[in-house]
């Protein structure tokens, strides 16, 4: 029943308005500003690396970028993946990439709007994100609009990216491949996240920015290997990717079949929970990055698309389709350690340790984002009760079915987005005069 009734209520959330507005609005952007993820990424990824961290801010861009990472690179690049093509078949991953193609412009535009209209709060710290463009970009009159996001915001830490699908995935996992039972998962995980975000942005930072570089090079190895094991068998993958993006997936082994609007839904909702482009929690991070130019990190914030999903997502698609798991019996995370196993001699093992490491880095990436939507609400005197509440709720997700899962992250997801869509689309020309501002700045040095 109440499998029937979440679904019900994800198929009006994610129908063609608000897929049409999530892709559009990427495409808006890409227009405006020139194809800005094609020919600035290189620039882009540079300033990761070299970006001199002047001006306010709680923590460098790199920082911010990685607390972003690791809110983004969690369970959505190994099981949303998995789940995006047992339900869609391989075209959803086609579907992924054109998300997360426009889907860079789109996090350009919100990491600029982060940093421009950014505030500090009552403990001194940054307080920044669609709430805030919202509110001072458009005005007061649009705060009910901006209260509507923060609303979302939380209820999605609480009770979609933030907590229960990631530590459903880490106990699951833990329990197939270790043998150790969820309930000692869920107590281990819980004490962990207490531990870290107690002491907040900074620490969550220097965590993320210890754990995300390295869990991210492991699961590239990893997942490297598989695709050489099967390296004569890419070339059809990805036939079937272009192939399964426009025309219907016959049934076959245990796949179901797919029409190529399954695909593009599932590929376009499995790529936004995973990269988070539109759905206005990157820009929470970026607000906190020191930088005196909005565009600067607005182009940091752009490579975690990129990252995320053309690197990582890629890599699970076509290790799930080489490997031919994507047609069994398998599901969720079960189905990515399959891909795995059938290479790599303690494949279970890796991706086990992978998994735990992305959910539980996206368990604190989104504290922090639930937090900063809290003080938003409520002022700095509710940190501390929203801290207990989220890591009380963290050990429920363990035992929640993965499908009940699934359909109210994306319910809440889609809630989150709305708002935050409609902020960007009437800030576009914010978002354009503060970008040519920035060139000029360029050509001057």
């Known amino acids: 029943m109440v499998e029937q009734w979440l679904d019900s209520i994800g198929k009006i959330v994610w129908g063609p308005p608000l897929l049409i507005l999530l892709v559009g609005t990427g495409i808006l952007f890409t227009l405006r500003l020139g194809l800005l993820q094609l020919f600035r990424l290189p620039l882009a990824l540079k300033l990761v690396f070299k970006a ?53 412009a789109t996090k350009y535009a919100e990491g600029l709007l982060a940093v421009k209209y950014r505030s500090i709060d009552d403990n001194g710290q940054v307080l920044g994100g669609p709430m805030y463009y919202i ?40 329990q197939v491949s270790l043998g150790i039972p969820v309930v000692i998962t869920a107590a281990v995980v819980t004490v962990l996240t207490a531990l870290v975000t107690i002491g907040g ?115 699970t698609g076509l290790t799930l389709i080489v490997t031919g798991v994507w047609n069994g019996s398998t599901e969720g995370a079960a189905m990515t350690q ?24 996206t368990i604190l990436g989104w504290n922090y984002y639930g937090e900063r939507c809290i003080v938003y609400l409520f002022g700095v005197k509710a940190i501390l009760p929203y801290r207990i509440v989220f890591i009380c709720i963290i050990g429920m997700g363990a035992f929640i079915k993965l499908d009940v899962i699934w359909k109210l992250s994306d319910i809440v997801n889609g809630l989150m987005a709305l708002p935050n869509l409609v902020a960007l689309l ?12 920035y060139w000029e700045h360029l050509s001057k040095k």
């Open 135 to 174: 509110e001072k970009g458009l005005g007061k009159k649009f705060k009910p609009l901006a209260v509507f996001f923060a609303v979302s915001g939380v209820l999605v830490a609480l009770f979609g990216i933030g907590t229960f699908p990631q530590i459903n995935a880490i106990a699951s996992s833990t």
């Open 201 to 315: 942005i900074q620490n969550i930072s220097r965590t993320a920015t210890t754990i995300v570089p390295t869990m991210a090079i492991v699961y590239f190895v990893a997942s490297c290997i598989v695709l050489i094991a099967y390296a004569d068998r890419i070339p059809q993958a990805i036939s079937l990717v272009f192939h399964g993006a426009f025309n219907a997936t016959a049934a076959g082994g245990g796949f179901l079949g797919a029409t190529v609007m399954m695909a593009i839904q599932n590929g376009i909702a499995r790529g936004v929970f995973s990269n988070e482009s539109g759905l206005g929690s990157t820009p929470i991070a970026a607000a906190a990055a020191k930088t005196k130019w909005p565009a600067e990190q607005g182009l940091v914030s752009m490579t975690g698309t990129f990252f995320d999903t053309i690197i990582v997502c890629s890599l």
């Open 52 to 104: 001199k961290n002047e001006g306010e801010g709680d923590v460098s861009s790199f920082g911010a970028l990685a607390t972003a990472l690791a809110a983004t690179i969690g369970t959505g690049n190994i099981v949303g993946v998995a789940t995006a093509i047992k339900v869609g078949g391989p075209g959803a991953l086609f579907w992924m990439w054109m998300a997360a193609f426009f889907g860079m």
């Open 426 to 437: 009437a800030l576009s020309g914010v978002v354009v005069s503060e970008t040519k501002l």
């Open 338 to 361: 399959a891909a795995f196993d059938a290479v790599l001699p303690f494949g279970s093992v890796i991706l086990t340790v992978c998994l735990i490491l992305f959910a539980f880095t």
